[in-house]
């Protein structure tokens, strides 16, 4: 009887399984096929600042005149260990000809700026190869969906950035250098195509997780969420009241407008949910994060 039941089970596992494929569309499987995935392993890792980081990391701000505020940093506090289920990520931000795709494909709205202009009408923001941004944080997450994935969760994000040792930038400890590490500081003057700065991209090879553009981030920001884990290491750890419109969301890694304070792989910032812009774009996860309620 035991026998036949683990049988059972077995067969409707594989039955989901096929479902769940079979839902996604024949153009997102193209999409899909597109997107390089870097796996990243369960297992714990060092998230947030310790204070002493934390303060560096302000009066370096300060001399850098990035007005970046003394709660900006005090959000990455405390330092603490986390626990990640493994999952993959894409190697790249999702680009202008993967979201075109998308949005071909469901009839979707065409990015736009923070005033409703059309994005892809600027011959600055519309190459195939550039990340696509002017996408709410509504637009990115529905695109993840699509292809069978998630936006990453505020975690996921800074374990990919920092690895299990709390790198303070993707490739290392060293500040960033323009043109060597990451797009910033208005050197382009816009985003680039992904992937141009191989010195810049973490030991497990995902690229532009500084610079380029802000990355949409599955959470609510919250600055208090740090000091809300308590005791023990938080599994999974998310922040999210699904679909609130009325919450700012998780954004991460700097753009190609803001200096190289904004680099900081712990540093969290935020963005309203509803609103789009030429600094944010996204990256996607698989598979999808438990969202709890």
Not at 144 to 156: D, R, Y
Not at 222 to 233: A, E, F, I, L, M
Request: net charge neutral; aromatic share 12%; proline share 7%.
């Amino acid at each position: 009887m035991k026998c036949a039941c683990f049988v059972i089970l077995i067969l409707t596992l594989v039955i989901c399984s096929d479902f769940a494929i079979a839902e996604i569309s024949g153009a997102a499987q193209q999409v899909l096929a597109t997107i390089e995935w870097v796996a990243i392993p369960e297992g714990e890792f060092l998230m947030g600042s310790t204070p002493e980081e934390a303060n560096a990391a302000y009066e370096d701000a300060k001399l850098r005149s990035s007005m970046l505020e003394q709660h900006t940093f005090d959000a990455e506090l405390p330092q603490h260990q986390a626990y990640l289920s493994a999952y993959e990520i894409s190697r790249y931000e999702i680009t202008n000809a993967q979201y075109r795709a998308f949005i071909e494909a469901t009839n979707r709205p065409a990015p736009r700026g923070h005033n409703g202009e059309k994005t892809w009408e600027d011959e600055t923001l519309n190459g195939d190869t550039q990340p696509v941004v002017g996408v709410t944080w509504f637009d990115a997450q529905a695109f993840a969906e699509w292809i069978g994935g998630s936006l990453p969760t505020e975690a996921q994000w800074e374990r990919a950035a920092r690895g299990t040792k709390g790198r303070i930038y993707p490739w290392g400890d060293t500040p960033p250098k323009a043109r060597q590490h990451a797009n910033f500081a208005r050197r382009y003057n816009r985003p680039i195509p992904v992937g141009q700065f191989p010195k810049g991209e973490s030991p497990d090879g995902i690229a532009d997780l500084a610079g380029n553009v802000w990355e949409w981030c599955l959470d609510e920001y919250s600055p208090t969420t740090y000091q809300r884990n308590g005791k023990g290491v938080p599994r999974n750890p998310i922040h999210l009241r699904f679909r609130d419109v009325l919450r700012s969301r998780v954004i991460r890694g700097g753009a190609w407008d803001v200096g190289s304070a904004f680099l900081r792989s712990s540093l969290r910032f935020k963005f309203y949910p509803l609103d789009s812009t030429h600094t944010i774009g996204f990256r996607v996860v698989r598979p999808r994060p438990e969202i709890k309620n």
